[in-house]
């Protein structure tokens, strides 16, 4: 046979061997695990802080590391960085594309970063000497949209495209340290392991893919979706992602066990999930979704224990503090509120 | 030429399939375990699980204080 037919006889052999893999480690379900556990009680957190300023839609934000200070972007080409116990704004940065997608607070608090359909990370100090802030370095390689960035410190960052791949860079040089291809769809999210050592992507090719930074290369890849991933996260300890999707659902995989545990989907919801976080013991999840609401599923039961209704339009983005204090929304309502 | 791609992105498929298909797995049972042991632990230290008391919310405003 040709090499073309038996490359793709080996790739089915393996898929199968995975498939077999996986079942032979599945003694038992998350959800007979968990049989035991009481569902956690109802949760109910109320709008402590609305963030009013933005013009247009808010497609992004940010938490600092170890800070109540935030980023977010909108469309209407400003990212603006909150003190969000006072509402204050601490610097509103005007953007050269209004198009901005994504923004990142850097672990440090020195920079932020920002992209979108420029196809450029633009990175952004804010301690710079005279008090203004201005561009530091424009990352430009990608041939697609950039959808999502994360810093791994002041030197790196990592961003994902709609041109299917990641990529790590260098800060200081504006240069590519490693592309990270595989992905046969636009990648719309990424998140960086507590260890710095992982980071996961998920795209819409329905799956999400676990890279290994310094070695270059995917370890395990997670597919079930049916639709595009717009949003990922990992669980605090490292081990296990949470994806959202179009599907409509949320899904939680080990990255040990390498399967999918529970999937997080209510015959009620029918529109996809924008964003989501977890609470800083992983036992909540907090996801957004089209309809204009966040719901919050216990992580473990997979059942859901509360709603944030509040925006007026798409939730577009959410995080949880760095203590674990508050979550923060982001939605096209163009407002931004803090709720605990 | 676009067959040389496609067999070059096959291969590529499948060096990748074989990384990903000799990894190390754990039960399913131990990763239950491990998930619920550490949503357990860090339980009582998470806000939005326990709640927050209002005195120590930095969030809540804070009536101001009339000294009479």
Sequence with gaps: ?340 | MSTNNNIAQARKLVEQLRIEAGIERIKVSKAAADLMSYCEQHARNDPLLVGVPTSENPFKDKKPCIIL
């Design chain 1, 1 to 340: 046979m040709g090499e073309m037919e038996a490359l793709r006889k080996e790739a089915d052999n393996l898929k199968d061997q995975i498939t077999e893999a996986r079942k032979v480690v599945q003694d038992t379900t998350l959800q007979e695990a968990v049989a035991g556990t009481a569902l956690v009680g109802r949760v109910q957190l109320k709008t402590r802080k609305t963030l009013r300023g933005h013009l247009a839609k808010i497609y992004a934000m940010h938490w600092g590391t170890d800070t109540k200070f935030c980023v977010s972007a909108s469309q209407d080409g400003k990212l603006i960085v909150w003190d969000t116990l006072t509402t204050n704004k601490v610097n509103a940065i005007p953007l050269k594309s209004s198009w901005v997608m994504t923004c990142a607070y850097a672990p440090s608090g020195n920079m932020v970063a920002c992209g979108g359909l420029d196809n450029m990370c633009s990175i952004y100090n804010l301690k710079g000497k005279d008090g203004n802030v201005k561009v530091m370095r424009e990352l430009a390689a990608h041939t697609g949209y950039l959808s999502c960035c994360r810093f791994l410190s002041d030197s790196e960052i990592i961003t994902s495209s709609g041109d299917c791949t990641c990529v790590l860079w260098d800060i200081e040089t504006g240069t590519e340290k490693t592309i990270f291809a595989g992905h046969l769809g636009d990648c719309m999210s990424l998140a960086v392991s507590p260890d710095f050592k992982m980071f996961i992507s998920g795209a819409c090719d329905f799956t999400a893919k676990l890279w290994d930074i310094r070695e270059a290369t995917c370890r395990q890849t997670f597919s079930g979706h049916e639709s595009d991933i717009n949003a990922i996260g990992f669980f605090p300890n490292g081990n296990a992602v949470i994806t959202g999707s179009d599907d409509a659902t949320c899904k939680l995989y080990d990255l040990r066990a390498d399967q999918e545990l529970v999937t997080y989907q209510d015959s009620g919801i029918m529109c996809g999930v924008t964003s989501l976080a977890p609470s800083l013991s992983g036992r909540l999840l907090l996801a957004g979704y089209d309809d204009f609401n966040v719901n919050i599923w216990d992580m473990l039961k997979a059942e859901r224990v509360g709603v944030l209704a509040g925006h007026d339009n798409r939730v577009s983005c959410i995080g949880v503090s760095s203590d674990g204090m508050a979550c923060c929304t982001g939605s096209w309502d163009s407002f931004l509120k803090i709720w605990n």
